[in-house]
Each structure stands twice: as structure tokens, then as C-alpha cells.
């Protein structure tokens, strides 16, 4: 496995078998492009189609078929009546500050006492810490409820009930090896666990957003309040569909999944209405256009303004923004935008210092370890991304400080590592996360430790392996056949995203009539593409490397997009790679 740090990883374009007659044929209501997609995302019947494009109610699942929610439910009733103090704990990525927003707003219709809590992410770190468990004891608290955070902090909820604190954990993180002593542990991942183990089916959908797990538990607490025949006008649960539309796209939990799907469709709905004062400023700051929302909306403009408040900052900035009114609402938007703008500046010199450090190491290393003392903790996360694309290598970039050091890492799919920091135990104060991206705390003196078991055990799970990229592309389709109105049947396919991204198409032997660097550093394309007598616009990001060698004719992956300008929709290729076309020159 030789790797050598390129400029940028070379991709593989992997194809898709074509569908089988009978699934055509079954599919035969769509384009055949869009047949072909809807094959490649499992929708291989008319009915699976359908519910995948137009949603179901089926597909909203009952909260109390989740392990422990009927606990959960009971306690916080019961807290409700005896007018207990409660908290709503909370993390600092958008995912976090959104469940925080949704629950804290759920609890107070509900009348409920209820305080938001959100550790700062430098002074306390992530999740649960057993300073702010004792203070909010002594300010009186008698009930904390996680949210999209928990799971791994046995400890910290164990000690939370020395000082007599009830410790609700709602969560969608991976499982360790032990659950938390609390009240209720409220995560669908903790019922596939259970499942397994006692031979039963348990709640169906185990990749909710943890703002989708806090809306599960809201929509529980309020069929028990209508069950007494309770009504409360001044919020309908459809409402909250707006921030789990935000923290589920904005955390990338898979969007191939019908529970995750109709919960972004309803929530995109939702935000397009622009309701909530703090998001409508946000979308004026942002430049976006209310009705005009969809998941890149989120991905790319306003989640990263929400998340940007946790980098460098509070989070409870963009906490107070998502409940705020007018005319708090619009300096909180511009606050968090200015902070955005800072983020944006201070990754890019991060990226470039890291950067430096991989090239001067060994280039057969198979894991990036980077660390450094003028990282930023909020920003860590983003570096560590940005390099596993670069390299397609597993990264961890260590933020230190005088005792301790914080990672962040990001993975690759042909290496877990969240498994591979279990393994690793022993030298962390904590860790938890997903597959391909999770967290970390360090003592110091056991850094150089680390890095060697990591490289250690990248290298047993990575050796022999073709570390590429790989582009998955759905379909080979001629450029007479590159049309608006396949690129507006494509569009059924959204809510697109993590899991069901959007089509990705092969065009050949494309005639390349013009291009031009483009961007403030020149490192994208713009182009114009023709065959079979039509001509078509393009864009290549991060592709203006090849103004310096572009042949005249060229096979290019791409997304069929409709771009539309002043009013005016155009067809466009988003170009994801090209190639020196086959038979061209």
C-alpha cells in the first residue's frame, strides 16, 4: 500500500450493472435513467418507488416501540407535575443545538421548568462532564435529558446519581461496551443491539439524527397528552419538523432510510415557510431565498452557520438564535455569519499548516496524525476532513493543550474508527462517534502511544487494500439523452444526501468548445460541453488543474443539475471527475 501523498487522490469510476429486464420493466412508469437510479437505491418494485419519492405516513414509526421510551415519558411527566427543575443537555454541532432548540421548546408548551445546557466546546469538551453535572445539582436541577450525546458516559451519568440527579441519555451515537446508569437510554441504535442479543425485532429505524431521536421523544410526550385529552395550541408538533429537517441533513445521517426522508421532506416544507424568526434571518445573512430550501441549502449555507457559533464561539449563540424573535434574532444571524466568515479564514490557514506537516512525514504512513499546538478545537474536525478527502487516508488532527489533547478524526469506509479508538481505550479519557468520523480526549503523555497503535492498526486494515476514491456511478447515459427534463425527474429523488446523493452520470466523448479557471484561488472550472449537435454549461470544482492539459474531447461523471439564474432555468453538468475521453485526442 503505497501512498505518497498526491496532489489529489485519483478516483474510480464504478459503474453500475445495468437493472435486470423484470425490474425495467416493473419501472417502467419512469425514465429509464431514473429507472436505473432507482435500482441502484433498492427500489426495485412501483411500490418501493413510490414510497421513496413521494413519502409515506407509514414511514413514521410509534416512539414507544423505541427501548426505554415509555421510562422516559413517565419521568419527565412526572417532573413536569411536581414542577422540577429540568435541563436539557445538549452538544455544540448543529445536530446538538438543534435537538436542545426542539426539546427545550417541546418541554416549556408542556409546562415544563426548563433550562438549556451546552458545554463549551474548549472549556468542557463534548457530552456529559461531572463539573456541570454538580453545578447544575447545586442550582437545584433534579432531572437532566440529553440530547445527541450520552451514550458513552457511563461514568459521568454514574456519578450523577451520587448527587441524586435523574439522568436521561437520548442519543443515536454508537453503543459501547456499556450502557449508562440512567433513568432511560433512549437510542434506536441501543434497540438493534437488544434486538439481536434477544432474537426480536426492535424499533426500525437505528440511523436517526439525535434531532431525530429528540423528536421521537417530543411526539411521545405528546400522544400522552392527548390521551388525556390535553391540547396545546400554541405549538403543533409539525412545527418542530424545521429544526429536525436542519440537525438531520446538517449531521449527514443517511437519507436512503424512509424515516430520515420523511422527516427532511416535511421538515424542508417547514423551514421554506420560514416561520421561526432566528432561521428567517439567517436565510437573509446567508443570501438563501426562503421557498428555495433544499438539502444543499442546509449542507453547505446554514448548517455551517449554526455549527460555526460551537467552533469558535458558544453554541448557545445559535441556540438563542433558533428560539429568538425580532429584532434579537437578525443580530444573532449576523453574529453567527461573522463567526462563519472567521471559520472559513482560520480552516483554510489550518488546513495549509497540517498539510505541510503530512508532506514532510513519511509518505507510506497509512493513517494521517497531525498535531498541533495553534490548532483551534472548533476547527479540528474540519482540517481532519479535508485531508482524508485530499489523501482518501484516515486522519486524526490533535488540537493540544497544557494537559490534555482533543482529536478529531475522519475515515475512509474501509476503516472503522470508532473501532479501531475502542481498541485504543485504555490510552483515552473518552471517544465515541460513527464509522467515519468521531472525537476524542487524550492525556498528553500517552499521544505518541496512540499514533502508533492507530498506524499500527490502519495498517493491518489497510494493507493490500487500492486506496482510491471511488466515484458510484449510477448510469451511462449519451449526451443527446442529457435533457431537462431528466434533470427535472431526477430531482424526485430529493431529499438528497449522505445515503442517496445525487445521481451520478457518465457521459463519452465529450467535445470540450471552451473552459476557464474560475474561484478566488482558480482551482475550479468552468466549461462548455458539446454533442450530438447541443451544447451544455459546466462546472468543475476543485478541477482547474486540468486547464493546464485539457484535451479536445473528454468522458466526464457528472450530476445533471438545473441551474436557474435570475428566473432563467438552464441545464448544467456539475462535473464530480473527467478523463482523457477513450478515442479522443
Not at 532 to 541: Q, V
Request: proline share 6%; net charge neutral; hydrophobic share 40%.
Amino acid at each position: 500500500m503505497s501512498k505518497h501523498f498526491p496532489a489529489s487522490a485519483p478516483k474510480r469510476w464504478h459503474i453500475a450493472p445495468p437493472a435486470p429486464p423484470e425490474v425495467t420493466e416493473r419501472l417502467r412508469a419512469y425514465h429509464p435513467v431514473m429507472a436505473q437510479v432507482l435500482y441502484n437505491r433498492g427500489q426495485e418494485t412501483s411500490e418501493k418507488a413510490r414510497i421513496f419519492l413521494e413519502g409515506s405516513e407509514a414511514a413514521l414509526h410509534n416512539p414507544f416501540t423505541m427501548h426505554d421510551m415509555s421510562a422516559a415519558v413517565a419521568r419527565i411527566r412526572h417532573a413536569i407535575k411536581r414542577g422540577e427543575l429540568i435541563v436539557v443537555y445538549g452538544d455544540f454541532d448543529a445536530d446538538g443545538v438543534t435537538s436542545t432548540a426542539l426539546l427545550t421548546q417541546t418541554l416549556e408548551v408542556l409546562g415544563a421548568r426548563v433550562q438549556p445546557y451546552i458545554p463549551h466546546r474548549i472549556e468542557e469538551g463534548y457530552g456529559l462532564n461531572v463539573e456541570a453535572l454538580r453545578k447544575l445539582h447545586e442550582a437545584g436541577v433534579r432531572l437532566v435529558i440529553t440530547v445527541d450525546c450520552g451514550i458513552r458516559s457511563v461514568e459521568e451519568v454514574a456519578y450523577g446519581r451520587t448527587l441524586g440527579l435523574d439522568v436521561i441519555v437520548t442519543d443515536h451515537h454508537s453503543v459501547g461496551d456499556e450502557l449508562p446508569p440512567a433513568r432511560a437510554v433512549v437510542n434506536p441504535k441501543v434497540d438493534a443491539r437488544l434486538a439481536l442479543e434477544e432474537g426480536r425485532r426492535g424499533y426500525p429505524e437505528d440511523m436517526l439524527a439525535g434531532v431525530g431521536v429528540a423528536y421521537k421523544l417530543a411526539e411521545a410526550l405528546f400522544r400522552a397528552e392527548t390521551q388525556q385529552s390535553r391540547y396545546h395550541p400554541n405549538l403543533e408538533l409539525a412545527d418542530l419538523l424545521d429544526l429536525v429537517a436542519l440537525g438531520t441533513v446538517a449531521d449527514l445521517a443517511p437519507l436512503n432510510r424512509l424515516e430520515n426522508r420523511e422527516l427532511v421532506r416535511r421538515g424542508l416544507r417547514v423551514l421554506n415557510r420560514a416561520q421561526r424568526p432566528g432561521i428567517y434571518e439567517l436565510m437573509q445573512v446567508a443570501h438563501v431565498e426562503p421557498g428555495k430550501i433544499n438539502t444543499t441549502s442546509i449542507g453547505f449555507t446554514l448548517g455551517p452557520r449554526i455549527n460555526a457559533a460551537g467552533r469558535l464561539a458558544s453554541a448557545m449563540i445559535a441556540y438563542r438564535l433558533l428560539r429568538a424573535s425580532m429584532p434579537e434574532a437578525g443580530q444573532l444571524a449576523q453574529q453567527l455569519h461573522v463567526l462563519n466568515i472567521d471559520r472559513q479564514e482560520k480552516t483554510l490557514h489550518a488546513v495549509e499548516q497540517a498539510r505541510a506537516e503530512v508532506r514532510a512525514r513519511d509518505g507510506d504512513a497509512p493513517l494521517i496524525f497531525a498535531v498541533g499546538g495553534d490548532f483551534q478545537a472548533g476547527i479540528v474536525g474540519l482540517v481532519a476532513g479535508r485531508l482524508c478527502e485530499e489523501f482518501y487516508l484516515p486522519v486524526v488532527v490533535l488540537e493540544q493543550s497544557e494537559e490534555t489533547s482533543r482529536g478529531s478524526c475522519r475515515s475512509i469506509p474501509e476503516f472503522n474508527i470508532t473501532r479501531a479508538l475502542d481498541r485504543c481505550a485504555d490510552l483515552l479519557t473518552r471517544h465515541g462517534g460513527h464509522a467515519q468520523a468521531a472525537g476524542f480526549t487524550v492525556p498528553n503523555e500517552n499521544v505518541p502511544a496512540l499514533r502508533t497503535r492507530l498506524l499500527t492498526l490502519a495498517k493491518q486494515a489497510l494493507e493490500g487494500e487500492d486506496l482510491r476514491p471511488t466515484l458510484h456511478v449510477d448510469a451511462e447515459v449519451p449526451f443527446d439523452e442529457l435533457t431537462m427534463a431528466l434533470a427535472r425527474e431526477l430531482r424526485r429523488l430529493e431529499p438528497t444526501g449522505a445515503g442517496n446523493p445525487p445521481p451520478l452520470l457518465l457521459t463519452r466523448e465529450v467535445r470540450v468548445l471552451g473552459f476557464r479557471r474560475v474561484g478566488r484561488d482558480k482551482r475550479h472550472l468552468r466549461l462548455k460541453l458539446s454533442g450530438a449537435g447541443a451544447t451544455i454549461d459546466a462546472i468543475a470544482f476543485n478541477l482547474g488543474h486540468w486547464a493546464e492539459q485539457m484535451p479536445s474531447y473528454i468522458d466526464v461523471v457528472h450530476r445533471l443539475e438545473v441551474n436557474e439564474w435570475n428566473g432563467h432555468p438552464r441545464l448544467q453538468m456539475n462535473v464530480q471527475d473527467l478523463r482523457l475521453a477513450e478515442h479522443g485526442e
